[in-house]
């Protein structure tokens, strides 16, 4: 067994052996396997390259959207395999928010948030739309700012409030996991402390997995955390434990600002 | 390591050295002062530019006096609302110094007809073929679709009436009918739709779709509830603009629909047209009236089409 890598007991999701590649050699993830750790915080960081976001987006399949890519391995999510899942159902169970904010621009603040439902063609009464509304908009503590515009675009809004719509849209699924793909890059220092502060918050209810070129980032917010080089995991542990004695030489190269 | 000293005599020869021959590509300056004649230069370049613009625009400020001054006095009530006149009105009506009786309703009622009908079967094939284009950027098949797309888009009209008459008068209608014009027009409606359809699809951000998808949103809808939307403005823009092209289409009509001096909203019969009647009153000495009242009506129409088209576009982008 690799000390490198941390062993998470009841692991919300688990990746076995994933391989995924462009085309007929071009690995972009060479055999990850990781455990991720249920109600907490799940960095991965590394170099740009080296394949996290690639990861990520293999966690909810959305690399499958793009042509070419042959992935090898396994994704279980609470022991069911994703590849038993619809995408529909698994993209509902397990949530992602995008490096840019990207609301849908044709739709108000409060069509944003029920998204998820009225595009999927769910019947909801006004009263259950209007209370998933409330909620994820409260979650994100965005309720106050927007409450009197939510019929309005969301085009209005800064950077930091659409990320935070976006957050909401995605919560408004209840998902058992959240992909965050490098969600504060685009954003001031402000609105990325908020974002940062949310995130913590909302660990009690959900587990994030946090893609950030931010090494910082990581270390203020995250629990655990995986470093990444040209593909391979080369460590996953404790974030804390990482930070201050690192195991393996190339994640010491990359914390101490060596490459990357 | 360098001596103080030694860097001191450096810096000191950089600065004498630079200064040097900055005084000589003054004097070379000095020596060609010819700022006069660049500024002529640039004055004569502005002044032919001036004159080419005005040239290029005089045509069309001339077409839209030219149709206003002998179009005009046409236009009245009975001018949309009543069918042509036959020639012994009109004959009668110009020999008294009157103005000529009756209207265009046959031919502007059979242009939105067949404008119509033409959108119906145009617009749903050609934005699903720029969709699909979009869609599969690089691939072998939307390859040779995008080149037949521009091969269609240079056929002449009147083939394509000739098409559309063999196809559609001799083969469905059995005799001349707005279905086969409907038909012609709408072949020269796609490539104009899908080309706009797949640029302006190009123009929508990807993390939309991506939205989309990471929502659990099955493709179809994210194409039609996601992306269409999204590309509302851009959509319109084309159709308005392949609407606005087709309105003045002639020659195919000629060969598909004949004319009609009646108005008439059955699709399997022979139907006029605007761009049809202009014709019509062409060869008759007694309506040349109406050939400029029609004129004007048909471009005014066309433009504002045009105008509208670039308002939605400013509108949402």
Redesign the interface.
Known sequence: MNDKILQISNPVLSIIDLSISYGEDKYAVKNVSADVKRNAITAIMGPSGCGKSTLLRAI?R?HE?YPNIHTKGEIKLNEESIYDMS??????KI??V???P?????MSIYENVI??YS???SKLKKSEKDEIVESSLTDVGLLDEVKDSLNKKGNFLSGGQQQRL?IA??LA?KPDVILMDEPTSALDPLSTAKIEDLLVELKAHYSIILVTHNMSQAARISDNAMFMYLGELVEYDKTKKMFTNPKDSRTEGYLTGKFG | MQSPQLSMQLAKSLFVNTHRSMNKRKALIDEKDNSNWRERKSKLFFGTVVVLATLTISPILLIVYELLAKGLKQINFDFFFKVAPDTLQAMTAVRNGEIIPGGIANGITGTLLMVVVASVIAIPVSLLIGIFLYENQGKKYASLIRGLTDILQGVPSVVLGLIAYIWIVQGVTKGFSALAGSVALAIMMLPLIIRSTEETMKMI?I????????????YH??IL??MI??G?SGLMTGILLSISRVLGETAPLMLTTLGSTTVNFNIVKPTSAVPLQIWEFYNNPNMIDLVWSSSLFLMAFVLTLNIIAKRISMKFS
């Open positions: 909810n959305m959207l995408t529909t159902k698994l993209r509902r949530g992602m995008f490096q840019r990207n609301p849908f621009p044709t998204a998820g595009l999927n063609g976006c849209r995605t699924f | 951000p993390s939309i779709k991506e939205a989309g998808a990471a929502l659990g949103v099955p809808k994210i509830k996601v939307p999204s509302f």
